[in-house]
């Protein structure tokens, strides 16, 4: 089965930058669509960003729009997630999962059968 691995995550001030990466272990990346996830204590699952197989089409939350980028790197099985100017509010431990309808361009993000989830990578934004 598809196995993904989130790294990147620390502790940042306000303003700062961090950049997210999923990696498989196992399972080439280059046939699904890969979405960024983050979930903070008694806060619902939000869908972050999207990023299609070819990664040429992308998505991003109303919330991230203009500070986060999402990119992949097929040739290293890795998606990254840069994240600029942090704040406060995105606080929370980042996952990553696989849409498993190959070939996806992120249509339905953040709807759809995201699954293969990583372990979680925490992100705290603090002064």
């Known amino acids: 089965q598809l196995q993904l691995v989130e790294s990147g995550g620390g502790l940042v001030q306000p303003g700062g930058s961090l950049r997210l990466s999923c990696a498989a272990s196992?399972?080439?990346?280059?046939?699904?669509?890969i979405g960024w996830f983050r979930q903070a204590p008694g806060k619902e699952r939000e869908g972050v960003s999207c990023?299609?197989?070819?990664?040429?089409?992308?998505k991003y939350a109303d919330s991230v729009k203009g500070r986060f980028t999402i990119s992949r790197d097929n040739a290293k099985n890795t998606v990254y997630l840069q994240m600029n100017s942090l704040q406060p509010e995105d606080t929370a431990v980042y996952y990553c999962?696989?849409?498993?309808?190959?070939?996806?361009?992120?249509?339905?993000?953040?709807?759809?059968?995201?699954?293969?989830w990583g372990q979680g990578t925490q992100v705290t934004v603090s002064s």
């Open positions: 196992g399972f080439t990346l280059d046939y699904y669509a």
């Open positions: 999962a696989a849409d498993p309808i190959e070939f996806s361009i992120c249509m339905w993000f953040p709807g759809g059968d995201f699954g293969s």
């Open positions: 990023i299609s197989s070819s990664g040429g089409n992308t």
